[in-house]
């Protein structure tokens, strides 16, 4: 795992597409892919599964990828309150960012799953419906790290960090944010997706009333 430095503004163009993402459980994965007996719905049987879309462009580029043109990196960084992962994948200039809440518990659950029982990724066209299957390029060890870093948000915190996640995602969402992750190039593309913390969510409902 790599670690960023901490975040500051962005320095580049915006331009990014956001989407909201998932981490899906085994048994999840196993009913969204109840009936498929392809390759591409057996590769991620029985194990977690992190699921967003990306844009057109850079699904196009995942689809005609062939082994080994897909480059893949696991982050961590720390902004002025919370903690952070990102998942990044990069084919033909075009990057994806999976961003990950650390401070979220149904996150630290998900990491401690796929070390018994391993990850990929399902990637949607833009919102359009079709997807697509990316088995995990790297090993599951790849998130012990991450599981270390995985912190409590307490209802004192957690308010706050949920206001600051959209200054995250504005960051992450300038191209220059991660470098690319190949010897020469610059990015062309960046789409980003976050997994919600929404047990935080509903833990400050409870505690505070719905958020304005």
């Known amino acids: 795992m790599q670690s960023l430095t901490t975040l500051t503004a962005p320095t580049s163009d ?3 597409s956001l989407y909201i993402g998932r981490l899906m459980t085994p048994t999840q994965v196993a009913a969204a892919m109840k009936g498929r007996t392809d390759q591409q719905a057996r590769s991620v049987a029985k194990t977690w599964t ?3 879309d990306v844009s057109a462009a850079t699904f196009a580029h995942l689809k005609a990828a062939r082994q080994g043109d897909i480059r893949f990196r696991i982050s961590a960084f720390k902004s002025p309150l919370g903690v952070y992962a990102v998942l990044t994948h ?33 990637f949607g066209n833009d919102t359009k419906g079709d997807g697509l299957v990316v088995p995990a390029i790297a090993s599951a060890a790849g998130f012990r790290p991450l599981r270390a870093m995985c912190v409590d948000a307490d209802v004192l915190s957690a308010r706050d960090l949920v206001f600051e996640l959209p200054l995250v995602l504005k ?32 833990r400050l409902d409870v505690v505070h009333g719905p958020l304005p």
């Open 14 to 16: 915006q331009g990014a």
């Open 90 to 122: 990069e084919v033909a200039r075009h990057q994806h960012r999976f961003v990950l809440p650390l401070y979220e518990p149904s996150v630290a659950r998900g990491f401690a799953g796929i070390a018994r029982q391993g990850f990929g990724f399902l």
């Open 171 to 202: 960051t992450l969402c300038a191209r220059d944010a991660i470098p690319s992750l190949m010897p020469t190039g610059r990015i062309a593309d960046v789409s980003v997706t976050v997994v919600m913390p929404e047990e935080i969510l509903a």
């Open 50 to 52: 992190f699921c967003g």
